[in-house]
């Protein structure tokens, strides 16, 4: 696929037209717009709606948009990771500990965007888990910093709160809930889910929620190791999950998956830095905590 033309399709979602778009990316609006043309021709989809007052994404435009985005960062990663070999050789990799949600959605933009601004910045390897193991490698100090989801303190390590996550109730299209204007919190605690496995910063998070609401919690219908598994069995309408807004958003726009309201609770939590006490983070990592409290 044509890179540039996938990357001006992502900036004309974020930036609500291709003239805004086109500024952004530094190209004429004319360049833009006989891209788009050149690109609908190539997919054989209408991605805009053109009119006098400026053009705008089609329904199929804004889903191909989305797409686009994941395929320009996975490109961008590509190019970050290339660049961390080239100088690894030099430089001794920085060792961060993510939780699974944190390392799928939130740290391969503060990682691009902290190469953008430092390109000769250490490489930096990064070990993607659950929250329990993050903590468990920072503590042993195999890992200089660590994010996680746990809504509990964590003793022995400093903390600092980078970003705020929503978490939803979702269920299949074919499920009773998704018929439904929502569901008591009560309801939702008594329901068995499929769930995270034990030391899952999600699961722990949303059950300290309903724990702390008063309410009781069922066994899990099912414990699955990643969320991609989670999502493909509540797709499959085996029962409801609770997970983080980042990891189902595309499958919500899509329609593979409902969000069910919860009345009367809210499930947002912290995502958090940690760290050994007694110790500084290196300047590329003071740069990186920088970044996540900014763009989290």
């Given amino acids: ?94 060792a961060i500990a993510a939780s699974l949600t944190v390392a799928e959605y939130l740290l391969p933009r503060w990682l691009m965007t902290l190469r953008a601004r430092d390109s000769a910045a250490h490489a930096i390897s990064v070990t993607a888990t659950n929250s329990a193991h993050a903590i468990e490698l920072v503590t042993d100090r195999s890992h200089q910093l660590g994010f996680v989801e746990t809504p509990t303190e964590i003793p022995g390590l400093l903390t600092t709160t980078v970003a705020k996550d929503e978490l939803v109730a979702v269920v299949a299209p074919q499920h009773a809930w998704a018929r439904r204007r929502g569901v008591s919190a009560a309801e939702l605690a008594r329901t068995p889910l499929v769930t995270r496995e034990k030391g899952s910063g999600t699961r722990l998070s949303a059950e300290q929620i309903l724990i702390d609401a008063g309410h009781e919690i069922a066994a899990p219908l099912a414990e699955l190791p990643t969320t991609a598994a989670v999502r493909t069995a509540v797709a499959s309408g085996a029962a409801p999950a609770v997970l983080s807004i980042l990891a189902v958003r595309d499958d919500l726009t899509a329609g593979r998956l409902v969000r069910v309201p919860v009345t009367g609770l809210r499930f947002v939590r912290e995502l958090r830095a940690i760290r050994s006490p007694g110790t500084s983070p290196l300047p590329p990592l003071e740069t990186l905590l920088s970044i996540a409290a900014r763009n989290g």
Avoid: C, N, Y
């Fill in 1 to 94: 696929m044509d890179l540039p033309s996938l990357r001006l399709l992502s900036a004309i979602a974020e930036a609500g037209s291709i003239t805004a778009a086109s500024r952004t990316l530094g190209i004429t609006q004319q360049a833009a717009s006989t891209r788009m043309r050149r690109l609908e021709r190539r997919l054989g989809v209408a991605l805009l709606v053109r009119g006098p007052r400026g053009s705008t994404l089609t329904l199929d435009g804004t889903m191909a948009a989305q797409w686009a985005a994941e395929t320009v960062e996975a490109a961008d990663r590509f190019d970050a990771g290339v660049a961390a070999l080239r100088t690894a050789g030099h430089a001794k990799p920085l």
